[in-house]
């Protein structure tokens, strides 16, 4: 009876496992926004070659960077593409590579034959264009959302506190950072041809945008050109990485504490 229950139990944790690590995997690759330029290109022209170039090295180069920039003008120099692709950081290579996969086709649905466009999932960006965009600064608004209200002014200033310190230095790690308040959390990110500098003001915007639209919110999401900011209550939200780490040691941890039991 003992095998029984052990066997059943190990089960049932891999099982909650597996449900957990799909849903953070599906939330990855969830549609923030995208936006597509009004021009577009003439099908098989030397565009659409150099465009389709890019994109082959970003599903490639993403399984061995979270981030790259490209310039692509195989078929003919005069109709140049540049491009930028980007995972946030905490995502391993291969849920990288994953996302940045799956934005592809994404992309070309929503923009079909646009000259210009950008996608933004969950946990990837990718932007292609044929203007100098790469290494400009851009806190254009891009997306915005407020969560709820806060359901106290406890929460408010927890969030407060969580964005604060996204806007501090000490946050950053490269271009990506994380806040933690109570039970408030936050995550800001710059795309990665930003210099510090840059970076830094891009987030400050970010995070003073945010903070006065969203501020009396339980969540919110600003998004700028290069740049975003968000924070959220709990752990509904959390990251897939860390998410999936913390889930495997529960499950060898209960395993064992259920076998030494036997």
């Given at each position: 009876?003992?095998?029984?229950?052990?066997?059943?139990?190990?089960?049932?944790?891999?099982h909650c496992l597996l449900l957990s690590?799909?849903?953070?995997?599906?939330?990855?690759?969830?549609?923030?926004?995208?936006?597509?330029?009004?021009?577009?290109?003439?099908?098989?022209?030397?565009?659409?070659?150099?465009?389709?170039?890019?994109?082959?090295?970003?599903?490639?180069?993403?399984?061995?960077?979270?981030?790259?920039?490209?310039?692509?003008?195989?078929?003919?120099?005069?109709?140049?593409?540049?491009?930028?692709?980007?995972?946030?950081?905490?995502?391993?290579?291969?849920?990288?590579?994953?996302?940045?996969?799956?934005?592809?086709?994404?992309?070309?649905?929503?923009?079909?034959?646009?000259?210009?466009?950008?996608?933004?999932?969950?946990?990837?960006?990718?932007?292609?264009?044929?203007?100098?965009?790469?290494?400009?600064?851009?806190?254009?608004?891009?997306?915005?959302?407020?969560?709820?209200?806060?359901?106290?002014?406890?929460?408010?200033?927890?969030?407060?506190?969580?964005?604060?310190?996204?806007?501090?230095?000490?946050?950053?790690?490269?271009?990506?950072?994380?806040?933690?308040?109570?039970?408030?959390?936050?995550?800001?990110?710059?795309?990665?041809?930003?210099?510090?500098?840059?970076?830094?003001?891009?987030?400050?915007?970010?995070?003073?945008?945010?903070?006065?639209?969203?501020?009396?919110?339980?969540?919110?999401?600003?998004?700028?050109?290069?740049?975003?900011?968000?924070?959220?209550?709990?752990?509904?939200?959390?990251?897939?990485?860390?998410?999936?780490?913390?889930?495997?040691?529960a499950l060898w941890l209960l395993l064992?504490?259920?076998?030494?039991?036997?």
């Amino acid at each position: 009876m003992k095998i029984y229950s052990l066997s059943y139990l190990s089960l049932l944790l891999l099982h909650c496992l597996l449900l957990s690590t799909a849903a953070a995997s599906s939330d990855d690759s969830t549609l923030v926004y995208a936006a597509c330029s009004n021009l577009q290109y003439d099908p098989n022209s030397p565009y659409q070659s150099n465009l389709d170039s890019l994109l082959t090295s970003f599903a490639n180069a993403a399984a061995l960077s979270t981030y790259s920039n490209f310039s692509s003008s195989f078929a003919a120099s005069a109709a140049p593409v540049l491009g930028i692709y980007q995972c946030r950081s905490d995502l391993s290579l291969p849920d990288c590579a994953s996302c940045v996969r799956s934005a592809i086709p994404q992309l070309s649905a929503l923009c079909p034959s646009a000259t210009a466009a950008t996608l933004q999932l969950r946990a990837c960006y990718v932007r292609y264009g044929n203007d100098s965009f790469i290494g400009r600064p851009d806190t254009s608004l891009a997306f915005k959302r407020c969560g709820p209200a806060a359901t106290s002014d406890h929460s408010a200033t927890l969030s407060d506190m969580a964005l604060s310190s996204l806007a501090s230095p000490g946050a950053a790690v490269g271009p990506f950072r994380l806040g933690v308040a109570g039970q408030v959390r936050g995550a800001a990110q710059c795309v990665g041809d930003l210099s510090p500098e840059d970076c830094g003001a891009c987030l400050a915007h970010a995070v003073g945008q945010l903070r006065a639209a969203c501020g009396e919110s339980e969540s919110g999401d600003m998004y700028l050109g290069k740049c975003y900011a968000r924070f959220w209550s709990g752990d509904g939200d959390d990251f897939s990485s860390a998410h999936r780490r913390s889930l495997y040691r529960a499950l060898w941890l209960l395993l064992g504490l259920v076998a030494a039991s036997i």
